[in-house]
């Protein structure tokens, strides 16, 4: 199985222009969540959904914003690109059946904003 | 709250010695614990995880980890490092009472020939 595909894989983006960062996963997996990653500072949740249709704020969700319309698909849009939102983007995904639910990660989506 | 704290930002280990990856977290509930390893340019891939069922609990590619309640610490280890571990490590928690994983901030770890 392709378990969690992203893309792009990387992007040059103009500031203040909107970009939407697609991911899909074919596990069947309720939960789904976007990190961005930036040196030294580890991954950091930006947004989350526990089960379709619903979705919820992490640590840095602000200039983000999510939409969970089917299980699959978990896309991110930034509506007006800022600098500070360079990051390597991950989408990761678990099936929350269990306390010890192991999140599966996608490849990234590296993003700079110019 | 729940929190993470890896104690070292880089490691370095000569190929064939011992590698000790620390970690301390902090839960207000029955934590679930877990080590990721990312390869440079890569995706995070599990290498082991705490389900409290033992608190020695073994992973992938010869790592392991020990929970120890008392001390708020899930240390990971290897006995013997390769050139191919060289990568980074985060160490991850999350609360029985929410969905989200709280992630340590990395270790770097360099193996030396």
């Known amino acids: 199985t392709a378990g969690i595909t992203q893309a792009p894989t990387s992007q040059i983006l103009a500031a203040g222009r909107s970009m939407t960062l697609r991911c899909t996963q074919d596990?069947?997996?309720?939960?789904m969540y976007w990190y961005r990653q930036d040196l030294g500072l580890g991954l950091r949740l930006i947004h989350y959904s526990n089960t379709a249709g619903t979705t919820g704020k992490g640590e840095v969700p602000d200039g983000y914003s999510v939409s969970r319309a089917n299980t699959d698909d978990f896309p991110l849009t930034l509506a007006s690109a800022v600098p500070s939102q360079t990051s390597v983007y991950f989408c990761a995904s678990s099936d929350l059946a269990g306390v010890a639910d192991t999140q599966y990660f996608g490849p990234g989506t590296r993003l700079t904003v110019l | 709250a729940q929190s993470v704290t890896q104690l070292d930002s880089h490691v370095s280990v000569s190929e064939g010695t011992p590698v000790l990856l620390r970690c301390n977290y902090s839960?207000?509930?029955?934590?679930?614990l877990f080590w990721y390893v990312q390869h440079p340019n890569k995706g995070l891939q599990l290498l082991l995880k705490y389900t409290s069922a033992a608190t020695l609990v073994k992973g992938i590619n010869g790592f392991e980890a020990e929970f120890r309640k008392s001390e708020t610490s899930f240390h990971l280890t290897k006995p013997s490092a390769h050139m191919s571990d060289a990568a980074e490590y985060f160490c991850?928690?999350?609360?029985?009472?929410?969905?989200?994983?709280?992630f340590g901030t990395g270790t770097r770890l360099k193996v030396l020939a």
């Open positions: 596990m069947r997996h309720n939960a």
């Open positions: 839960s207000s509930y029955s934590p679930s």
């Open positions: 991850v928690v999350r609360d029985s009472g929410t969905y989200k994983y709280i």
